[in-house]
């Protein structure tokens, strides 16, 4: 008889975000009269910019004519899409990645769940705390994480690098060594990151006890300040211990348009072997390559007109996070984030826990937010906002709120 | 220190393709005035129907609107593409399948390679042999297959079914009793495939004996046979035991277009766990939903002009199968497949191994086939011909075979 992956059965409940969407459902069948603004998921609502429309109606007819058309595309992405990344993302900031360094894919979700399975099953992970619940949850399925304390919300196995108004969100060294260090920067959910100088620390770290990190640049288009990293390799060392993660979810909308890298350099090595030859095969084997309308719209992210474009597009949605802070402080919350990433995280009022406040700001305010807790133990007590939603919502949102 | 999942060091070689690749590249360097025909590969050349064109230029105009934008999609699909899906490739066919039975992915070799993470890892996998390399070679990865036999080309822990002209290319129910069964019918690479009669068998079997069946129908469009089934859901009591893989890449020409599907019945358990709770946490978990434009472009496929231009694009690989067949027929080739396939399987004249009559063929001919042995130790002796060539090159390569 056949048996299952067991370790599915540690996980508990469901994916935050479908307890989510159940808890609004119910709120909104309750109470059909009610405008609820959402500023809860991660998702974008802005258009794609025209450039990035234009080169997939384009890409759309090459694939109507037998003299363009494409079909498998190369496993590891399109040389233009590899080349326009490596010399935009990485070249164009002193760091040396080639295009056969990058991986493309259907988005930084995927690869964050699938990275994993290239190290050893007894590998042990660090993670930030609060953080993308993928990281931890990718490695229950693998049986890396031990056994779950619902009491604590904590996993035996993994090592939880708390990031709290008492660290400044900075996190700090375990103090058992991990294998595998996760880390999201600038941060979903806190919105907070850490500079260029803390990350070279990391980089040094990871290489002195022989750790890999799992760099996850996703929010990297938001950075305003200049002490910030943009990519892990702008620090020195980090091609020997770091794999980044990047999206276009969030610098060019893709959230439903799916298309994501990652880089594994070739100095990246676990004795002799080259974790780049390891990702290669993964990618070969278990994945066929982006759509190739897809990768058309990646390459326009980097023209001029694509790069214009989104400049705007990234500056609207600042303009909502500084509207959701500053509404906020008015409002006397204390508040994290929204300087350097779309998210904006404040501290709950009156010790409510982060679920009591969920319900509370879909009941007084019908605004959705997500509860702190839902990304780790040290986030209860926090309650994460999105500056994705449009303009007016968010001002809407904020007034209601100072309105409580 | 981190260490790797040393499974995959494990792994013989390359990608059967990349090596073809690179053979190919050398001759074609070593011989620039030669043109060569590839009908290795099993890519499509078509270019994409019209119906499904113009859904794609529709969705990506969407996209280009915030009043229509689409962000996130839902992780298994989204509702239309499931309901085209069960209404026609189920429900017409007598099939009780529902949408919420079908996950929407971006293609049958990412499901084909991830459905086996829901698994224990002790469990046993039996495969025809020869077959897609995929099935074997994620197990690998997982650390399902035991020890490499470079010899045999056999792994200790994986069952072998060999489907050969001895046995009519029919799998036999294996001595030692599998706890996973891969079935590809229409298989690829042989062309060839069972009755629904055979299949019922197999069902009952694995109902019997406690196994999973994967059953993948990637060539499904392809069946000209009345006597052989288009969905395992049409035998009697596949609901639990049966996991089913489709693709679009085939029957639509989307291998650069990147979509498929895998429908877990909810009568599927393993105790008292729905392995379709298992799958929907792990696409909900390490996929974030295939792109919308794609998903409308999957839509299309259903749609009265999708389905007669596809009809025609379908009949045109099949003819191409048919000038195929008869052509190394007229040569004096022993010949398989090609009647509910686009494949055809051959002989390799004079006892040449796989690869040499590769070699032979490229060299002699300019044409590239994919070696049989690639596939499996028992499709040593034997080779792949695909007919999704342009009709010209098919009757072209033909020609030069003849000519041998």
């Given at each position: 008889?056949?048996?299952?992956?067991?370790?599915?059965?540690?996980?508990?409940?469901?994916?935050?975000?479908?307890?989510?969407?159940?808890?609004?459902?119910?709120?909104?069948?309750?109470?059909?009269?009610?405008?609820?603004i959402r500023l809860g998921i991660g998702d974008v609502t802005q258009p794609l910019a025209p450039a990035i429309i234009e080169a997939m109606h384009k890409a759309v007819d090459e694939m109507?004519?037998?003299?363009?058309?494409?079909?498998?595309?190369?496993?590891?992405?399109?040389?233009?899409?590899?080349?326009?990344?490596?010399?935009?993302?990485?070249?164009?900031?002193?760091?040396?990645?080639?295009?056969?360094?990058?991986?493309?894919?259907?988005?930084?979700?995927?690869?964050?769940?699938?990275?994993?399975?290239?190290?050893?099953?007894?590998?042990?992970?660090?993670?930030?705390?609060?953080?993308?619940?993928?990281?931890?949850?990718?490695?229950?399925?693998?049986?890396?994480?031990?056994?779950?304390?619902?009491?604590?919300?904590?996993?035996?196995?993994?090592?939880?690098?708390?990031?709290?108004?008492?660290?400044?969100?900075?996190?700090?060294?375990?103090?058992?060594?991990?294998?595998?260090?996760?880390?999201?920067?600038?941060?979903?959910?806190?919105?907070?990151?850490?500079?260029?100088?803390?990350?070279?620390?990391?980089?040094?770290?990871?290489?002195?006890?022989?750790?890999?990190?799992?760099?996850?640049?996703?929010?990297?288009?938001?950075?305003?300040?200049?002490?910030?990293?943009?990519?892990?390799?702008?620090?020195?060392?980090?091609?020997?211990?770091?794999?980044?993660?990047?999206?276009?979810?969030?610098?060019?909308?893709?959230?439903?348009?799916?298309?994501?890298?990652?880089?594994?350099?070739?100095?990246?090595?676990?004795?002799?072997?080259?974790?780049?030859?390891?990702?290669?095969?993964?990618?070969?084997?278990?994945?066929?390559?982006?759509?190739?309308?897809?990768?058309?719209?990646?390459?326009?992210?980097?023209?001029?007109?694509?790069?214009?474009?989104?400049?705007?597009?990234?500056?609207?949605?600042?303009?909502?996070?500084?509207?959701?802070?500053?509404?906020?402080?008015?409002?006397?919350?204390?508040?994290?984030?929204?300087?350097?990433?779309?998210?904006?995280?404040?501290?709950?009022?009156?010790?409510?826990?982060?679920?009591?406040?969920?319900?509370?700001?879909?009941?007084?305010?019908?605004?959705?937010?997500?509860?702190?807790?839902?990304?780790?133990?040290?986030?209860?007590?926090?309650?994460?906002?999105?500056?994705?939603?449009?303009?007016?919502?968010?001002?809407?949102?904020?007034?209601?709120?100072?309105?409580?």
């Amino acid at each position: 008889m056949f048996q299952i992956n067991d370790n599915y059965q540690k996980l508990p409940g469901s994916y935050l975000f479908s307890t989510i969407g159940k808890k609004v459902a119910a709120f909104s069948e309750a109470h059909p009269d009610k405008s609820i603004i959402r500023l809860g998921i991660g998702d974008v609502t802005q258009p794609l910019a025209p450039a990035i429309i234009e080169a997939m109606h384009k890409a759309v007819d090459e694939m109507a004519d037998a003299k363009t058309f494409r079909g498998y595309a190369p496993d590891l992405g399109y040389e233009f899409l590899r080349k326009a990344i490596s010399d935009n993302d990485y070249k164009a900031r002193g760091c040396d990645i080639e295009a056969d360094e990058i991986f493309v894919s259907d988005g930084a979700k995927s690869d964050s769940g699938n990275i994993q399975e290239i190290f050893a099953q007894d590998n042990r992970i660090a993670v930030c705390d609060p953080v993308y619940p993928v990281y931890v949850d990718s490695n229950v399925m693998a049986g890396r994480t031990g056994t779950y304390d619902a009491a604590t919300g904590m996993w035996s196995n993994v090592i939880y690098m708390p990031c709290t108004r008492e660290n400044n969100f900075v996190p700090e060294f375990p103090k058992e060594t991990p294998d595998m260090i996760y880390l999201c920067l600038p941060n979903n959910p806190t919105g907070t990151t850490i500079t260029k100088a803390q990350l070279q620390e990391w980089v040094d770290y990871a290489n002195k006890v022989g750790a890999v990190i799992i760099y996850d640049g996703a929010y990297e288009a938001y950075i305003t300040e200049d002490n910030v990293a943009h990519s892990i390799y702008e620090c020195e060392g980090a091609k020997t211990c770091a794999i980044e993660l990047k999206s276009f979810s969030k610098n060019a909308g893709f959230t439903g348009v799916r298309l994501g890298y990652t880089v594994v350099p070739k100095e990246l090595k676990c004795g002799d072997v080259s974790l780049h030859g390891m990702w290669a095969r993964r990618h070969g084997t278990k994945f066929n390559g982006a759509p190739y309308i897809i990768q058309r719209a990646g390459e326009a992210v980097y023209s001029d007109a694509g790069k214009a474009q989104l400049k705007e597009q990234v500056a609207y949605y600042m303009k909502n996070a500084a509207t959701i802070k500053s509404g906020l402080q008015e409002a006397g919350f204390e508040v994290y984030g929204g300087v350097n990433a779309p998210y904006i995280w404040l501290k709950t009022p009156e010790k409510m826990t982060s679920w009591e406040f969920f319900d509370y700001l879909l009941e007084k305010a019908n605004v959705v937010g997500t509860p702190g807790s839902g990304f780790g133990p040290s986030g209860e007590g926090y309650f994460r906002l999105t500056a994705f939603g449009s303009y007016e919502n968010t001002v809407a949102a904020l007034e209601r709120i100072k309105a409580l």
